[in-house]
């Protein structure tokens, strides 16, 4: 099933803020991202509506809370869905960063999509992924402060208060026109 992003603007700036102190010189080529958060999660209810029409389906959670989500197009064996079955999702989310050399990529966002979809004639199911990358201009930084400046791609200015200790030892090293990837 395909269901919508559940990143926020909130959450994507506060990775920022904890990930634009990384430890990494600015001057030495990109290195690995560091990990900020992960989780894995697990949502399991009972269909209480299926929309064929639309291709909607209505899921009740086990504390009664109901999420509803379109299912693509490319899930096969939609038809097959029916009020009452038991269903589950599972998906990954995570949120990592680092601190890239000046001019080493461009200003920007991509987002790449992959996925599977179970066989014809078998149970309903398949996989979605979504990775969105984000690439901003450091402006500034006060290490005194605890505060890094950045530029996104649309052009939006904000100063995020780094609050991870471990991630605040290197923002002395980090200099107006590296970027956050």
């Not at 900020?36 to 009972?46: A, C, D, F, H, I």
């Not at 996925?115 to 309903?124: D, E, K, L, T």
């Not at 200790?165 to 090293?173: F, I, K, Q």
Request: aromatic share 2%; proline share 3%.
């Amino acid at each position: 099933m395909r269901w919508t992003r559940f990143s926020s603007p909130l959450a994507i700036a506060t990775a920022l803020a904890l990930s634009a102190c990384s430890s990494t010189p600015a001057d030495t080529a990109a290195r690995a991202p560091v990990t900020l958060s992960s989780e894995q999660v697990t949502l399991e209810g009972s269909i209480t509506r299926v929309d064929r029409a639309n291709r909607m389906v209505t899921i009740r959670g086990s504390e009664g809370a109901e999420l509803d989500l379109f299912v693509g197009d490319d899930v096969r064996n939609f038809d097959r869905l029916q009020v009452g079955d038991r269903v589950s999702l599972d998906y990954h989310r995570a949120i990592a960063a680092a601190i890239e050399p000046a001019g080493s990529a461009q200003v920007g966002t991509t987002v790449e999509q992959g996925g599977s979809r179970a066989g014809a004639g078998s149970r309903p199911g398949g996989s979605a992924s979504e990775t969105v990358t984000l690439v901003a201009e450091v402006l500034a930084v006060d290490a005194a402060a605890n505060l890094v400046t950045l530029k996104g791609p649309r052009g939006n200015v904000v100063t995020l208060e780094v609050l991870r200790e471990d991630l605040r030892v290197g923002l002395a090293r980090i200099k107006a026109g590296d970027l956050l990837r």
